[in-house]
């Protein structure tokens, strides 16, 4: 890569080209690596890019670059960044913007627009994006002049942070790209947010949940996405480690407290383990922790924890008391409100509550499945587990979604934040590979693993490309069961087992990662697993595996929609299925 | 239940459409939405009707609170307000058939700001029950109601309520003018009433 020239000084007011600003205004924001697709509305941006000592990776689909962006950020912590022309290139990123909206990830989508002249017009690949993306973004902002892009991309990335992170779109007309003005990067610095109102954790109500929290018998701390984006992973574990408060996961919030610590139960809700939501079922106090209460996690709310009392520490004021009627609500910073909490609660001993969960998994138990014999069919749950001891749980896995992300979930142990990345909210199919990129150059040290399934493979396949032309060294885990699994698993246990239109068909995958030069491997037995896996890890560059796993295996325990948490399906006990839930050997 | 918001927002393009979204994403149906300048520049004020359900105040209050561009929501359905419509009802009449109308004006304060051959005007500023039973006494009578145009209502608390955010924030407030004292005029005690639901 040649050498490019260091930022102008940003210091003292430079004229330059509203293109050159928006580069100069990223690069004081501490951008080195966006994401995108050049076009003929943002051809100016392109052409200052050049000046500019920031990394553009090339996407085949601008949806990916929405979902790079957005793997970026969840990887880092740090603002993803994705950029696209006007029309059919916004409105590509649209699913990736909501994907990133409903999970709370702080990414700047910045379109190119039709000259400001045209707008309104239905000029040649005009679309209005700001109209598009007002309901799935934080905020928008249309911008038609050079003097107004630094700061409105300033206070886009401040948006994009600040409280509930989430994405915000800036739309840049070509005429506004191509004049000039004044740039000073330090004057462009946005106003501090408006003072919320709503925000609030009074005295009184701290008080009162620090009498809850010490007067429960059975208390149950449930760990959101929220943890890793205040930063409260500390401040979460010396709670449940002072008065033994086992832990549940949302989905999002795995990694927020180890998998393998004594007091993490694992996840909850429709696809959590039997002891996680029986143990939320006979709880007297649920601590609520950066979490919303979302449907997948509260199965029917009429009989939801009913004997629980139920404090809420939530930074969005809209989330209280939404989906579950709490008894407290702590509104504000989760890190800030704990440190407040933590010198009221002194250190217990023992607890007999712990002891009772533990009981509780005997009968649904012990899920790890190394010793379990496979009867020659190979399990994705078998591979998920194979690749969790091979990574020794250290890599950064990103998934698809359905079922292999439930799976992963279940049998892989993250002791680490930010090392599971998946669209939890939206549910997007097809997120997995190009936040995989995302994530691997956010963090290029970190072994970063895609598993996804064959249908959501396929739905983005076409970015192996991009990994080539980036030189990533990603490792690829597709499992491939020739089904839409997730849905077929609906359709055998609520439409009485008739298919529609989910047998799937896929090309040699094998053949495509070879096509794009990229070496793969296929295994349908469970001795190979780990010897393709050791392989991927140790070739130095893209890896592909083309897992051939069990067709109409399911994944259990599952809640039904309008079942209650502790009404699950279990995975049937004749004998055939080696992934029994009892400790029994088959 | 009927919930009334004052919301004070930016002075921008498409705000108004933003805060709509807002209640149509909630499926929530806005009766009415008043939109005009506050005692701030740069800063709109809006009174928002909407039929919601009794609990969903708090929610929407905070919904509302996302949008980057509103500054600060007050849900003043629990205050003492002073609530006000106006509206315009043009009436079908002719020089022979003005006079009862003219009667029903007097009865309700309200004035004839058109008069044309064929046709008056009138407006009339109340509380919705006040204006709702103008139109349904002319509705009963002889002349034909042309057209109304309403504004919606317009809320503002009583006493020396002011928003607090704004002050937090310093945008322009207005010149410094020493504080009138309260002072409620016979009409006003006529159709005031505390609860914006109230008839009168």
Known sequence: ?586 | MLHTFVALVEDKPGVLTRVASLFRRLNINIISLTVGHSERSDVSRMTIVAEAPAGAGHRIKASLFKLENVLDVDDVGQFSCVVRELALIKVAATQQSRAPIFQLAEVYRARIVDLAPESLMLEITGVAAKIEGLIQVLSEGDNPILEVSRTGRMVMRRGQHTSRVLEAMRVSSPEEEPIIPVTISEGDLEVFSGDPNHPL
């Open chain 1, 1 to 586: 890569m040649t050498e490019k020239p260091a930022i102008p000084a940003a210091s003292q007011p430079t004229r330059l080209t509203g293109a050159e600003i928006v580069w100069a205004t990223l690069a004081g924001e501490g951008v080195r690596t966006v994401f995108g697709y050049p076009g003929g509305a943002i051809l100016p941006v392109y052409d200052a890019l050049r000046k500019y000592p920031i990394r553009h990776v090339l996407v085949r689909h601008e949806q990916s670059a929405a979902h790079m962006a957005d793997g970026y950020a969840r990887a880092s912590g740090r603002v993803g960044v994705a950029v696209a022309t006007s029309g059919p290139g916004a409105t590509n990123l649209v699913t990736g913007i909501a994907t990133a909206m409903l999970d709370s990830v702080p990414m700047v989508c910045i379109t190119g627009q039709i000259s400001s002249k045209l707008l309104g017009t239905d000029a040649f690949q005009e679309v209005d994006i700001t109209g598009i993306t007002l309901p799935i973004t934080k905020h928008n902002y249309i911008v038609t002049r050079p003097q107004d892009i630094a700061p409105v991309l300033r206070e886009a990335f401040l948006i994009a942070r600040s409280g509930r992170p989430g994405p915000v779109l800036v739309d840049i007309t070509k005429d506004a790209q191509q004049a000039s003005a004044d740039f000073d990067f330090e004057a462009a610095a946005p106003s501090p947010h408006r003072p919320h109102p709503m925000l609030s954790a009074e005295h009184d109500a701290i008080s009162e949940s620090i009498a809850l929290i010490l007067g429960a018998k059975r208390p149950i701390i449930l760990a959101g996405h929220g943890i890793l984006e205040s930063g409260a992973m500390d401040q979460i574990r010396t709670l449940a480690e002072r008065l033994h408060i086992p832990v549940a996961s949302t989905l999002l919030g795995i990694g927020a407290f180890p998998a393998s610590h004594d007091l993490s139960l694992g996840m909850m809700g429709m696809h959590g383990e039997a002891w996680v939501n029986q143990a939320i079922q006979q709880s007297d106090l649920l601590i609520a922790c950066g979490m919303r209460f979302d449907d997948r996690v509260t199965g029917v709310l009429a009989s939801y924890a009913p004997n629980a009392k139920k404090i809420h520490i939530e930074i969005d004021p809209s989330e209280v008391n939404k989906n579950v009627k709490v008894d407290i609500a702590l509104v504000g910073d989760l890190r800030e409100i704990l440190e407040t909490i933590l010198p009221h609660i002194a250190p217990r001993k023992d607890s007999a509550w712990v002891r009772a969960v533990n009981a509780m998994k005997g009968d649904a138990a012990v899920r790890d499945i190394k010793n379990l014999p496979d009867l020659g069919h190979l399990y994705a749950a078998h591979v998920i587990h194979d690749l969790w001891r091979a990574t020794d749980g250290n890599a950064i896995v990103v998934t698809d979604v359905g079922q292999h992300q439930m799976w992963e979930a279940q049998y892989y142990k993250h002791d680490s934040p930010r090392t599971l990345i998946t669209s939890g909210g939206l549910g997007t199919m097809g997120y997995a590979l190009p936040a995989a990129i995302g994530a691997k150059l956010a963090c290029p040290e970190k072994e970063v693993w895609v598993i996804a399934g064959d249908g959501g493979f396929q739905m983005t396949s076409a970015e192996l490309s991009t990994i080539v032309q980036e030189h990533l060294d990603i490792n690829i885990a597709v499992m491939n069961n020739g089904f839409l699994g997730m849905v077929r698993q609906w359709q055998e246990f609520i439409y009485e087992g008739k298919y529609s239109c989910v047998k799937i068909l896929s090309p040699d995958f094998v053949k495509l990662a070879d096509a794009h030069g990229i070496a793969g491997a296929s295994v349908s037995k469970r001795a190979d697993v780990l010897p393709a896996v050791e392989t991927a890890r140790n070739s130095g560059a893209a890896f592909l595996i083309n897992f051939m796993v069990e067709k109409e295996d399911a994944v259990y325990p599952m809640i039904a929609p309008g079942s209650a948490l502790d009404e699950m399906i279990r995975r049937p006990s004749n004998g055939h299925n080696p992934l029994l839930e009892t400790s029994e050997e088959p």
